[in-house]
């Protein structure tokens, strides 16, 4: 009789053993402290025949506390999993239960808070083979602070008899959390378009529900830039079955851009996805607008401080053509024009290219390269020499044929002129410009022609009228010995414009490349002038026979040290008054109270030195910058830096000067102006300072915080 007792009781002891043992193999160990843990759940105790199997990430956030979705918003980290530890485990699909919005100081998050499961489907190498999980978590945990927090999480399974685990009908439970089609959820998608509003482009989504009426339904946009969206603005109609949502978007996004919309209302939630190009735009005026943006830039674009170094060219041209006929006047302008305005479609096209090519785009960045420098270098400094008539540009044999007419010479070098006058000209983003080009990058090919050539129109467009009115050009002083002073003066501003290209060139390549090409172009002018001299002597006149040779070797090398020069990613250094650029603390500065002015520059830009020296060298514009509450970044653009191409682009913007304020009332940021003036600064910094704005506040915060 003992024995029959004892004997049961093994048998019991091992059965509960059994059983705890294959619950446990169903998950890990909570992973955490008291704010957030994670663990690995899965559906099954064992692998048996299916060749897939059905787990989950269960996160556990306290009280208060909330973690992150697929696309956390303008603060958070999603959450990211390495499973390359794992065994017999080929690949993953992790699916995301709907969020829910949180909105703080207008900046928007999707999160998610108490428990929550992530399903993940796990492809297996083998079936009825042991499986062990094995992944790394990061993620992030907020309440008033944000932690991060990194987990490692390990679940060996056996093989065995197909069956379900305790922790199954919390994967199920996640799966119908998962926002299926929009036919599933009982929604008909009507239509999509794009819209203009008062405060900038929107996104316009008609539907209409098949089952109960909306209650208080919420779009997430993903796609139409960094971050989300704000919350749309919802009009309920015929009882709530149907619905208009309007999405306030900071851009529109290129047309080959695909937007995922995450409808989410009570308990029901879908996901469809619709292709920019589809949808409608809703005013054709838009594009309109921007064209004629495009055409009023490039028409500023003449007078904006980067148009200085090309200022001699100029000049010299119309000068020159003071004193011909007016059928010579009308040429020679038509065709400085058509240089112009052929130069920009040609920029066109290798946007066009680039941006097929998946590289970063961006309005002067071949200022970023030492190769472009050296090159505009050596053509500066080949301009200026024949300005001092110490060389005679002359052309390939097969131009020449066709420059031996007499009236097609000076025509050819007006054209060229033209091209060189508008590759100097695009390290400037103009008012108007900056709008016009980030309108055309997210765009199509078609678009970003007729953007290009808009502002090729409006730059050459001076030319253009004097081609049309060539009496107005007789008006300037007859051509005489003064156009020769004139000429060694405009050709000492090209070796200014030279010795400006150098300097970029030394902070972008370093001391020994810019140096070789200094030494190598001094000795080109040098020897140009030793050959051009009446007075030659013996070496000279030996030199002047190989002129041609060395003078293209003394030109090309430069090119070939720059070449080996890569720009490196800026990495500018922080000094007193201004932090190195860092977007991940903006939310935490301005959280606290402060106000940010960011200021994205370039050692390039001339129009940026300008805003630095007019307004924030400025001593009432230093003032206000050097009071407590007021950070100033700068985010250095000199060198190729995707990270601050990627900031450009969230405002739309693809060019620089860029500066953007901060602040309690500005928490998503204020775009300047490209051209800043002390009042746009200050009443921007007043803006942003006071979370509701009137002059009053202004004025008060202002006061105190100057005391």
Excluded at 14 to 37: K, N, P
Excluded at 256 to 284: C, M, Q, W, Y
Excluded at 336 to 364: D, N, R, Y
Aim: proline residues 6%.
């Amino acid at each position: 009789m003992v024995l029959a007792h004892l004997r049961a009781l093994v048998v019991l002891s091992v059965g509960l053993l059994m059983w705890t043992g294959s619950a446990r193999a169903a998950a890990t160990d909570w992973a955490g402290d008291g704010h957030a843990a994670v663990r690995i759940i899965t559906a099954t105790d064992n692998i048996a025949s299916a060749s897939t199997l059905e787990a989950g990430l269960e996160f556990r956030f306290a009280k208060g506390w909330h973690g992150y979705w697929r696309t956390p918003g303008d603060a958070g980290v999603s959450p990211m999993v390495d499973w390359s530890g794992s065994e017999n485990i080929s690949g993953n699909e992790i699916s995301w239960p709907a969020p829910h919005r949180l909105v703080i100081d207008d900046l928007q998050s999707s999160v998610y808070e108490n428990d929550v499961v992530l399903p993940v489907k796990l492809y297996l190498k083998q079936a009825h083979t042991p499986v062990r999980i094995k992944a790394s978590i990061t993620y992030a945990a907020c309440s008033d602070i944000c932690v991060p927090f990194q987990a490692e999480l390990t679940l060996p399974l056996p093989t065995g008899a197909e069956g379900t685990s305790t922790e199954s009908a919390l994967i199920n439970s996640a799966r119908k959390g998962v926002p299926g089609s929009a036919e599933s959820a009982g929604i008909d998608v009507i239509g999509t378009r794009f819209a203009g509003t008062a405060s900038g482009p929107a996104l316009v989504v008609d539907l209409q529900s098949n089952a109960g009426a909306f209650v208080r339904p919420d779009l997430f946009v993903e796609g139409a830039g960094n971050g989300i969206p704000p919350a749309p603005k919802v009009e309920l109609q015929d009882a709530g079955k149907t619905a208009r949502l309007t999405v306030r978007l900071p851009a529109l996004p290129p047309p080959d851009r695909l937007l995922t919309l995450t409808l989410i209302d009570e308990n029901r939630a879908a996901e469809f996805k619709v292709p920019a190009g589809e949808a409608i735009t809703e005013h054709s005026s838009v594009f309109l607008a921007a064209l004629l943006s495009a055409l009023l830039g490039g028409l500023i674009l003449n007078l904006m401080p980067c148009m200085l170094p090309v200022l001699s060219i100029k000049l010299f041209a119309f000068t020159r053509q003071a004193g011909g006929s007016l059928r010579d006047v009308r040429l020679g302008s038509a065709a400085t024009a058509s240089g112009i305005t052929i130069s920009f479609m040609l920029l066109a096209a290798s946007l066009v290219g680039l941006k097929w090519s998946g590289a970063t785009l961006g309005w002067g960045i071949q200022f970023q390269q030492p190769w472009f420098l050296a090159g505009m270098a050596v053509l500066t400094v080949l301009f200026a020499a024949s300005f001092f008539e110490w060389l005679p540009i002359g052309l390939p044999s097969s131009m020449m044929t066709f420059a031996s007419n007499r009236s097609r010479g000076p025509m050819l070098e007006a054209f060229l002129t033209g091209m060189f006058a508008t590759l100097l000209a695009t390290p400037c983003s103009a008012p108007f410009v900056g709008t016009a080009v980030g309108f055309a990058l997210a765009r199509g090919p078609s678009e970003i022609f007729a953007i290009f050539l808009c502002l090729g129109i409006g730059m050459a467009l001076p030319y253009w009228m004097a081609a049309l009115f060539p009496g107005c050009v007789r008006w300037l002083p007859r051509p005489g010995q003064w156009m020769l002073v004139i000429r060694k003066f405009l050709g000492i501003l090209l070796l200014g414009t030279a010795v400006w290209l150098i300097f970029v060139l030394w902070s972008i390549a370093g001391a020994w490349t810019a140096g070789i090409t200094t030494a190598l172009l001094a000795c080109l002018l040098g020897y140009r002038a030793l050959i051009s001299a009446p007075v030659k002597g013996q070496i000279a006149a030996r030199a002047s026979r190989w002129s041609g040779l060395i003078t293209a070797g003394l030109a090309i090398v430069p090119l070939v040290v720059s070449l080996s020069a890569v720009a490196p990613v800026s990495q500018p250094a922080a000094d007193r008054e201004w932090q190195v650029f860092n977007s991940a603390a903006l939310p935490g500065l301005i959280a606290d109270g402060n106000t940010v002015l960011v200021d994205v520059t370039a050692t390039w830009c001339l129009t940026c030195k300008v805003n630095d020296l007019r307004v924030l060298e400025n001593a009432e514009v230093r003032s206000r910058l050097h009071q407590s509450h007021v950070i100033r970044m700068r985010a250095d653009w000199s060198r190729p830096n995707p990270y601050i191409a990627d900031y450009l682009h969230r405002f739309a913007r693809y060019g620089i000067p860029l500066d953007v304020v901060y602040g309690p009332g500005r928490p998503r940021g204020e775009a300047l102006p490209e051209l800043l003036t002390t009042n746009v600064l200050l009443h921007a910094i007043d803006r942003a300072s006071v979370r509701d704005y009137s002059p009053k506040s202004a004025d008060s915060a202002r006061y105190s915080g100057s005391r």
